[in-house]
Nanobody, 121 residues
């Protein structure tokens, strides 16, 4: 019904940059917020960044000043520009979207399948 497809992950050296993209498609009426979480091996999934309709953003302390989240509402797409990457940023990054599939139901959260980001030292 709704799909979130991520792209842009990969292997990069410490200090490098990557840009993640996530496109939402399907039966979408409107999107409240989109964001990124990540999960490193042996650790819990954690919030990385979130952007609410409009331009309100929030970031985890560990990525502030290095990562930038943005959104193209016309394309239902969210981006995560990651600069000054460090080995501790290595994780599977998951996109999520808080959206309406109907004007008669409450919003639901959908997740992408995840994309691997590996930062070598």
């Amino acid at each position: 019904q709704v799909q979130l497809v991520e792209s842009g992950g990969g292997l990069v050296q410490a200090g490098g940059s990557l840009r993640l993209s996530c496109a939402a498609s399907g039966s979408i009426v409107s999107i409240n917020a989109m964001g990124w979480c990540r999960q490193a091996p042996g650790k819990q999934r954690e919030l990385v960044a979130r952007i609410i309709s409009g331009s309100t953003t929030m970031y985890a302390e560990s990525v502030k000043g290095r990562f930038t989240i943005s959104r193209d509402n016309a394309k239902n797409t969210v981006y995560l520009q990651m600069n000054s990457l460090a080995p501790e940023d290595t994780a599977v990054y998951y996109c999520n979207a808080d959206l309406y599939v109907s004007q008669f139901t409450l919003p639901r959260i959908f997740w992408g399948q995840g994309t691997q980001v590996t930062v070598s030292s």
